[in-house]
């Protein structure tokens, strides 16, 4: 099998090209990524001489790139995006042009080429619980966020591609992962990496909100289960019930770490902060028994020791000019 992998370079999208190639040897991988900010090909150094991957820089915004890219394939996984709630609170456009021009961009290719296609969403495009309640595939849409907006209405046009042109979709929407490559501008990897430099950790408002946690080769897992099993049209969301506030994962992380809580700094809240997030994946664990493997607490101890081990890789990342002028400007504004 062909597989088009769209954002590979980030995050979730480099740890599943890890995954697939562990777990299909014989795959054929494409990595079609613009290289953001974000998007970093030292995630992908081990498999980089791997005679089935092939790595192309390009934005899916291309038209004509995409196109010819689409064309050799026989699915696509797309997880490229803008991803990050706080930049979109400074500047949404970078997320309409990539998460629904660029979503729509694919989504034409697909159809004309007759591919089949998955779209990685998120829990976010369902809004904010109160203290009661889960997020499941029929919940309403309430995005929230500029950054939640843009993925909702990528979730609508892969939906619409499937019941206007027959396009062979799935989608997944999954609460928040951790793990290695995660860009340390997000809560775990940005908190571990300001304490492994004895900087203090900036928690928002009273850091009572509440996110469902899942280490990213779970979700991988679940990701590689809907692509070869998942029906036609359908969605499955995807979380750990893994419920923790931001203060007990700050907590959580300054035991590990041996530090005390005078390294927490309290900063303003987010605007229009989500208050809770949580996912019933029942569907997902009936129809296809998918499990998460991992257990939060195992899983974070072994997140924060990557992050202990791999220093170069975050000091490289932290220590980019537009990283700190990024924080700067969003203390500043809010
Ligand atoms: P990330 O920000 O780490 O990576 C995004 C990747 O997309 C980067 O490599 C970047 O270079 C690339 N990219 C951005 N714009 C592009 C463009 N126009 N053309 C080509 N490539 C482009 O993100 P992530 O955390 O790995 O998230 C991946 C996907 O999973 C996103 O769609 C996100 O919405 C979704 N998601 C993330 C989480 C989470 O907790 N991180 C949870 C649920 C869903
Ligand atoms: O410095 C911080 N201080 C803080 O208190 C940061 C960066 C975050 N937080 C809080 C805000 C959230 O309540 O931590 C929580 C998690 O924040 P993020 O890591 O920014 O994640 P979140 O906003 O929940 O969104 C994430 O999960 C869903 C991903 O970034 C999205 O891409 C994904 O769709």
């Keep these: 099998m062909k597989i088009l992998v769209t954002g590979g ?7 599943f090209i890890h995954y697939l190639f ?29 005679p089935n991957y092939e790595f192309i ?8 790139l995409v196109d010819q890219v689409v064309k050799d394939v026989d699915a696509i996984v797309h997880f490229a995006a ?10 949404a456009t970078p997320f309409v042009r990539t998460n629904v021009l660029g979503t729509t961009n ?62 062979p979709i799935t989608i997944t929407n999954c609460s928040n992962n951790y793990g290695p490559y995660q860009f340390p501008e997000k809560l775990i990897p940005l908190f571990v990496t300001n304490l492994l430099e004895k900087k203090k950790v900036p928690l928002y408002g009273e850091g009572l909100n509440v996110r469902d946690w899942l280490y990213v080769e779970d979700h991988c897992q679940a990701i590689d289960l809907v692509l070869h099993q998942g029906k036609i049209g359908e969605t499955y969301c995807v979380g750990g019930n893994e419920e923790k506030t931001n203060l007990e994962i ?28 949580a996912i019933d994946a029942s569907k997902i664990k009936k129809e296809l028994g998918w499990e998460p493997e991992h257990k939060f607490e195992e899983a974070l101890l072994k997140t924060v020791k990557w992050y202990q081990n791999n220093e170069e890789w975050w000091q490289r990342i932290k220590n980019k000019e537009y990283l700190n002028y990024y924080q700067k400007q969003y203390q500043e504004k809010k």
């Design 9 to 15: 370079a980030g995050f979730i999208g480099s740890n």
């Design 82 to 91: 803008e991803s990050h709630v706080d930049r979109s609170i400074l500047n």
């Design 106 to 167: 694919l989504l034409d290719a697909a159809q004309k080429h007759k591919k089949r296609f998955h779209y990685i969403s998120t829990d976010e495009v369902f809004g904010s619980l109160g203290s009661q309640g889960y997020f499941k595939e029929n919940s309403h849409y309430d995005p929230h966020s500029p950054y939640s907006a843009s993925k909702a209405a990528g979730d609508h046009l892969v939906r619409a591609y499937f019941h206007t042109h027959r396009l």
């Design 22 to 50: 562990k777990k299909h040897s014989d795959y054929e991988i494409i990595n079609l990524d613009s290289l953001t900010y974000c998007g970093n090909l030292e995630n992908l150094k081990t498999i980089e001489d791997n």
């Design 250 to 277: 700050t907590h959580k992380i300054l035991e590990i770490l041996g530090l005390g809580t005078e390294m927490i700094e309290r900063v303003p809240d987010r605007k229009g902060h989500d208050q809770r997030y």
């Design 57 to 64: 820089k390009g934005d899916i915004c291309d038209s004509g």
